[in-house]
């Protein structure tokens, strides 16, 4: 009976530590993509100048969420890594201001990154949509 309730102590803490994403968030669960045409609403509207927000969650391979949350006021692209629920990872939150979003295709896929950021020695992708 002990083994059983420590078990059950164990997985609600773990379930505590997860992330929920909502219907609005682009979902990146190993290249399999949720809600894809709202990210490509997102750099559609980065380079027509108008305002937008959205959250990529990535997945890693553990099955640990790190969240991007990305606001776009009209001219500057505001960037927000959560890695605080990655197990393995660094644990931390960075922000840092972009002026845009390069695209660059390969015979793997299609990059999406920021650039022109303010911090340089932060991971500046956003997604990568395999072929």
């Known amino acids: 009976m002990k083994k059983v309730i420590w078990f059950m102590l164990i997985l609600l803490l773990m379930s ?10 682009i979902v990146d669960t190993h290249d399999e993509i949720t809600n894809l045409g709202k990210f490509m609403e997102f750099v559609k509207n980065v380079n027509q100048g108008k305002e937008d927000q959205i959250r ?3 997945y890693t391979i553990e099955g640990d969420p790190m969240l991007h ?14 890695t605080t629920r990655d197990q393995f990872g660094k644990g931390s939150v ?6 845009s979003i390069t695209v660059k295709e390969t015979d793997e896929g299609t990059y999406y990154n920021l650039s022109g ?12 949509i395999r072929q």
């Open 16 to 25: 505590g530590c997860s992330y929920n994403p909502s219907d609005e968030d």
């Open 69 to 82: 949350d990305l606001e776009y006021d009209g001219e500057i692209i505001t960037s927000t890594t959560d």
């Open 56 to 58: 990529v969650v990535r």
């Open 117 to 128: 950021c303010n911090k340089t020695n932060r991971d500046n992708s956003i997604l990568v």
């Open 94 to 99: 960075s922000t840092a201001t972009c002026k």
